[in-house]
């Protein structure tokens, strides 16, 4: 189940989609010459520091900051009270009737609702002068009783306007619950609580901003995945046409959806710069700013009630899901981002007609949650794997069989869910037999066995089938009725007067190589060598349009966008051959940059020759043929494209210790067609480890009084090479309807690890694991 | 202060504050960015560059600690021609890197390990490279990068041509 092609492989007769073709971005990265934000630097530039609140809820009562204001290489001193920042507040729109408006200051006024919260920010002549200065801010803060628990009562609600703390709530319902669960063999109940955490990305948060001085203009280079949107939400923020706003995202170092949010830090950025016009301003965030005040994820509460028939049929599920959303509803994607999505994927790829389940997001004083890498299915996944398990044991059924029994197969689809979201994979169990085969489940129950007997340590099997929903167009768009619906994106297709093509698209990437899969899709849809493509990504005075980087969308969408182009400019230049060859339009072709007449082994003309009549030569365009080769198209979906997954492994359980070895790993999803083979790879086996991670070792953990305990790299685990095992990833490949037939694949990994080492260990041990993460401690505690 | 050191075989002398730390002063001072600031807590190991050979962190470490010293970043791997190492065309070969923030870092752990062992095994490699966190790739095509480039300096560089890398683009 490894990759076949070699990389570098040339592209054959079929072109360059579908083959591992060499990164466009490598030659920089490996060199040390990649332009990430944190290595600008521009003439006259200041660096910021802010000042972060150590309270993780308190009133601000007075803020001096005189000394601060006259320490060395000081330029300016901003807090929350300043004429430039108080102007301007984040207001995450919903028109869901149960959300519950908040605003999220750009420095604190009046509280401070997290510890971590930007306070007051300083530009100085660079970043130790800028970090002096922050420490010669006295503030008196009075604090408040802080709530860490979303399931605790509040003492002192986080926003006035929700006195019980919640900022959305909604129930999913479907068929008839109450009469179903009353009919059924067996109810199980069960309580799971998963752990905070976030992504970490290994490049922390950077921006730099700057105000022209003339002209009314704001450049704003920053690690965002949703360049696009950032302009057009910091054009209204600010108040500038949207097109005097340019974001610039460059190289970016990783950003798992924690990028894919707009930052105070970021507004407040841009306004200090329109307060110190001409001056660039710069602010690399550290790695302790990060785990403080970057969005965290995945910090729920799932109480389950299952009805399952006698021979295992899931009839009936009741759920109340709580999302911890701290300290403010995130901007843009809001408190629903979390909740919504742990309710309209709880049910996963099972079939189930009864449902009914509560969501809602609960403010409290931890840092804000946000969109993190498959959005709160990794917890959800959990949850509905947790309660199979353990339906099985009581039923005396395999792990296996009940899933069988109740995943949705080619023979349902499209399968409409319990929550109206249509799944048209349904290769579920041909993912599961995959994977029963390569962790070698036809030998495990034995040696299971034969260990006990033995004495020896036990071992255990953990299962997770998932529905990874991606690409979504307008129809499926995820989301609590925002102000924006994302579905589309555009790319603009340029043929150079030399022949070479230039792409312009918008789509972002913070590692997923899309200038490489952008290429490769054009390279074919034109008909030219991948090499003669170029892709200009991440800066909104290039590209038309593109949401961004978010709900694995880019292959779908930003690839059907860019194939859409591709195919519009191949069209006008076969036109203008045909034109200027007088043959039958439909009789050529443009294959490798030339053009043939189909059937016809010498070329009529290059590319090049063609480009060149196209800008260079009127004389020799057609009449009425419109100079220039280039064309602009959009894409949408309209529906989204669901990616079957299922992963399993094999643990090994130390009882004296609770440690925990993992034997076997294996992966197996529908990637749809595939445009990179290396890449998908690379994209499944990183987001596999990041749950492992999630699984095993990282855990945001905050004290009663709202103070993070694991506030750096030492207390907050990431797994390294040496904890993580081989893994053994395949697909399998049902081309999806879009005009690639591609599937997204960057967060189904995630969405794994959870439920399958909770159900290895409890498997191994005959233990229940209903918190995260499993830890040894975890686990010792359980034998004992 | 003044501090006077090597890096990658160039003498470079520079004025420099007691406190700042030798990664700020080769990416701020040198415009050498290549060396890459993850935790500035010792951790993650982006910051991994060879003082005298060995690794070290940069963000753990002032400046004027490394007076007299020499240093190695990424920008020094390739040959002056531009030719790649072995294992920065591995890295690129294998997919070991996505974002590429953690890599500068795990080429210079891989290269120090390169430079004692001609052919670590799997195991080795991960052991040595678990100072590195990557948040991207999974670990897995940075070991087959490694490994591969171990297989390729130790059969003896002649049977290697070295090819070139399709450049960046935007
Ligand atoms: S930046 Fe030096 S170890 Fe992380
Ligand atoms: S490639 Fe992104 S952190 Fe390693």
Known sequence: MTISTLPGDTPEEGGAVGTTVRRKEDGRLVTGHGRYVSDLRLPGMRQVAFLRSPYGHARLRRIDASAARTADGVDGVFTGDSAEIAAVGLRALSALPSYIETEQPVLARAKVRFAGEAVAAVVAGDRYQAEDAIELIDVDYEPLPATVCAWAEPEVPVHDEAPDNVLLQRTFEAGDVPETMAGAYLVLEREL????????????????????????????????????????????????PEGNVRVIAPDVGGGFGTKAVLYPEDVALCLMARAMRGVPLKWVEDRSEHLLAATHARDHRYLMRAGFAEDGRLLALEADVTCNVGAYSVYPWTAGIEPLMAGGLLTGPYRLGHYRCTVRGVATNTSPSGPYRGVARPASVFAMETVLDEAAHELGMDAVDIRRRNLITVGDVPYRMPTRLIDESGRYGECLDKVLDSIGYDGFRAEQARRREAGENPIGVGFACYNELTGLGRAAAAGPRMAFRTGHDACTVRINPDGRVTVLSGVTSQGQGLETTIAQVVADAVGVAYDDVDVRIGDTTESLWGFGAFSSRQ????????????????????ALAAALFEVEEAKLKLEAGRVHIIGVRDELATLAELARVAYLESN????????????????????????????????????????????RWACVEDTGRVINPQIVHGQVAGAIVQGIGGALYEHLVYDEAGNLTTGTLMDY???TSAEIPELDIGHIEVPADNPLGVRGVGEGGTLGPNAVLAGAVADALGVRISRLPITPAVVWEAVQ | MKVGFTVNGE?????????????????????????????????????????????????????????????????????EDGTLHPLQRAFCDQHGLQCG????????SALHLLHRETSPTRRRIREELSGNICRCTGYASIVDAVQAAAEEMAAGMDDAAPTEVTGGTT
Do not use: K
């Not at chain 1, 492994?649 to 925990?660: H, L, W």
């Open chain 1, 555 to 574: 292959a779908v969408i930003g690839g059907g966008a860019a194939h859409r182009a591709g195919e519009a400019v191949r069209g006008r230049v076969l």
């Open chain 1, 717 to 719: 685990l990431m797994p």
């Open chain 2, 11 to 79: 003498a470079v002398s520079m004025e420099v504050e007691p406190r700042t730390t030798l990664a700020d002063a080769l990416r701020e001072g040198l415009g050498l960015t290549g060396t890459h600031l993850g935790c500035e807590q010792g951790v993650c190991g982006a910051c991994t560059i060879l003082l005298d050979g060995r690794p070290i962190r940069a963000c753990l470490m002032f400046a004027v600690q490394a007076s007299g010293c020499s240093v190695t970043t990424v920008e020094g791997m390739a040959a």
């Open chain 2, 101 to 108: 923030f953690c890599t500068p870092g795990m080429l210079m």
């Open chain 1, 193 to 240: 609580v998963t752990n905070r955490h976030a992504g970490n990305p290994m490049e922390c948060r950077a921006g730099v901003a700057l105000w022209d001085y003339a002209d009314n203009r704001l450049t704003f280079w920053s690690g965002t995945q949703v360049p696009h949107l950032a302009r057009n939400m910091l054009a209204e923020l600010v108040g500038l």
């Open chain 1, 620 to 663: 020799r365009l057609p009449d009425g043929f419109e100079p220039g080769l280039e064309a602009t198209r959009f894409y949408d979906p309209i529906r989204g494209a669901f990616a079957a997954g299922v992963q399993a492994a094999i643990v090994e359980v130390d009882r004296a210790t609770g440690e925990m070895a993992i034997l």
